[in-house]
């Protein structure tokens, strides 16, 4: 059998050590051509844009006219 602890562990110990282990949000920047927010080092969903070129071309939506 595995040992036993002899007293219960503080809240704050158990924090000290999982501090690392928090939940950080993901770093945005703004869209040069567009100004929306996108992910950093990687091209723009809504232009397509990276670095003031455009990579890759996207495709509009087409609006139904009734």
Aim: charged share 25%; proline share 3%; with cysteine.
């Amino acid at each position: 059998m595995a040992p036993l602890t002899k007293r219960k562990y503080a809240k704050s110990r158990q924090r000290e050590r999982r501090g690392h282990q928090g939940v950080v949000a993901a770093n945005t920047h703004s869209c040069s051509q567009c100004h929306s927010a996108t992910l950093s080092h990687h091209v723009c969903p809504t232009c397509g844009y990276y670095a003031g070129k455009e990579v890759i071309k996207i495709k509009s939506d087409k609006k139904k006219t009734e």
